[in-house]
């Protein structure tokens, strides 16, 4: 079946400019995390939504960063005002559960590389 | 607070010998531990977890995973190692913390280089 998908797979953007990342998860998961992933690091967490309901906003970086996921399914990573250390990969990743039951493996997505300039 | 530490940035093995990756962690309560691979340019791919039960956990592609809590190590292993799994390779461990919305706590990652 089909995995995460996301898109753009690359995307070049000047300071200052605003990005739109989208993820499109597994059909039928519930739970899609955003992450974001530094050169040479692993990946950190962003924000978590169960269907349409952002639950964790805990881990994006700023106020410039936010995320929806209007109708349960789709998500999109919105950067504002894009600066040079937001330059990363965005990595999408959606499971069957993710609150406090079974801890369902989370499966991801290819990545969006930004890369501000 | 929970954390996971790979304390290896590179393993070089030859194919045909044994790997083994290290990882340990930090976390309150049970931990629920999990090892993923990335390739160049792709996202990171599932190979095991552990949850409860057995302390030697069986993955993806011949990998293996041992679960030792008292030295609070989750070690990646392959009896035989081929060139073909020469990636990047990270352990996680699933937050327990407040709201506990399952989000995945990652190590820096350990680089696995297997040489003919």
């Known amino acids: 079946g089909a995995g995460v998908s996301q898109s753009p797979r690359y995307k070049v953007a000047k300071r200052g400019q605003d990005v739109a990342l989208r993820c499109d998860p597994i059909?039928?998961?519930?739970?899609l995390f955003w992450y974001q992933q530094a050169l040479g690091q692993g990946p950190e967490f962003l924000t978590y939504?169960?269907?349409?309901?952002?639950?964790?906003k805990s881990g994006l970086p700023s106020d410039r960063f936010f995320a929806e996921r209007p109708e349960g399914s789709v998500s999109t990573l919105k950067i504002q005002r894009t600066q040079q250390e937001d330059s990363a990969v965005y990595l999408c990743?959606?499971?069957?559960?993710?609150?406090?039951?079974?801890?369902?493996?989370?499966?991801f997505g290819p990545g969006t590389r930004l890369t501000v300039t | 607070a929970q954390s996971v530490a790979q304390p290896e940035d590179q393993v070089n093995v030859a194919e045909g010998n044994p790997l083994t990756v290290k990882c340990t962690y930090s976390v309150s309560g049970n931990p629920y531990l999990f090892w993923y691979v990335q390739y160049p340019n792709r996202g990171l791919q599932f190979l095991l977890k552990?949850?409860?039960?057995?302390?030697l956990v069986k993955g993806s592609y011949g990998f293996e995973a041992e679960f030792n809590k008292s030295q609070t190590s989750f070690h990646l292993k392959k009896p035989s190692a081929l060139v073909s799994d020469s990636a990047l390779y990270f352990c996680?461990?699933?937050?327990?913390?407040?709201?506990?919305?399952?989000?995945?706590?990652f190590g820096q990652g350990t680089t696995l280089q297997v040489k003919p």
């Open positions: 939504f169960q269907n349409e309901a952002q639950l964790d």
């Open positions: 996680a461990v699933r937050d327990t913390g407040s709201g506990n919305t399952g989000k995945l706590i």
């Open positions: 990743a959606s499971s069957l559960v993710g609150l406090s039951n079974a801890p369902y493996e989370q499966y």
């Open positions: 059909s039928g998961h519930v739970s």
């Open positions: 552990y949850i409860t039960g057995d302390n």
